[in-house]
């Protein structure tokens, strides 16, 4: 009997788990019609030319749009840190979706993060210090940080 119950439960067990489905956020960066890179020379809608040296922002309070509109939110713990001038392809978890529509997110950092002092978070964290002081996206003399970084 205790054999039955263990092999139902591990083909319980295997149902729920192929139920799950890897979602990735892939962000492909365009300067007009071309791929986006530093340093194209590139013109305005009112016809200005500009370069772009840096362009960097985050990514939060994302949530994944699936199977007829439902919304299901990505835990409030994940970040991004964006470098519109390197790939972007991040894995988000796994889900109990089947069909995914979209995925929504906002651009900045969401309190109480945005208020927390950079020096607690790990090395390598998206909101912690950089080694460049010049890319620094917090504040040096207010706490915050700056959601986009356009140069």
């Known amino acids: 009997m205790k054999n039955k119950i263990l092999i139902l439960a591990a083909v319980l067990f295997s149902f729920g788990a192929t139920a799950q489905t890897q979602v990735n956020l892939k962000l492909n960066h365009k300067l007009s019609t071309a791929n986006f890179a530093l340093n194209q020379n590139a013109t305005s809608p009112s016809n200005q030319a500009f370069q772009l040296t840096r362009l960097e922002y985050y990514i939060s309070n994302i949530k994944i749009i699936h ?10 713990t994940t970040l991004f840190l964006v470098n519109a001038n390197a790939p972007f ?9 089947t069909n995914v529509e979209g995925i929504s997110f906002s651009i900045g950092v ?42």
């Open 67 to 76: 199977d007829g509109g439902m919304k299901t939110a990505v835990p409030k």
């Open 89 to 97: 392809d991040e894995n988000l978890g796994s889900y109990n979706v």
């Open 110 to 151: 969401d309190n109480p993060e945005n208020h927390t002092d950079p020096t607690t978070w790990p090395a390598g964290h998206p909101l912690a210090p950089r080694v460049a002081p010049a890319k620094q996206m917090n504040w040096g003399w207010t706490a915050g940080y700056r959601f986009v970084a356009i140069e």
